[in-house]
């Protein structure tokens, strides 16, 4: 442990809480989520509600994947990005 900064060794955690933020900034973990919630609300037999809502939000999740999936979905993402810097 010679030569190690107490700074050095607190940038780890840090960048790996960087990491894991990035990742679940991604459209399709959002998606996921809402599939796994719509899961969740529909595996209770008892509550109609509940049930029904679980269908709208595996509906919603299902119809914004597939949304983000096509190509001019993907082409405006891209565009937007794409469009800051002169090529």
């Not at 037999?45 to 919603?60: D, N, T």
């Amino acid at each position: 442990m010679a030569g190690r900064s107490p700074r050095g060794s607190r940038l780890a955690p840090m960048t790996c809480m960087i990491e894991l933020l990035k990742s679940l900034a991604t459209p399709v973990v959002w998606v996921l989520g809402l599939m796994v919630l719509s899961l969740v609300l529909t595996r209770r037999p008892e509550a109609k509600r509940r049930r029904k809502l679980g269908r709208y939000v595996l509906f919603l999740g299902i119809l914004i994947l597939a949304a983000l999936s096509t190509r001019p979905a993907s082409e405006l993402l891209l565009y937007s990005l794409e469009s800051r810097y002169e090529v």
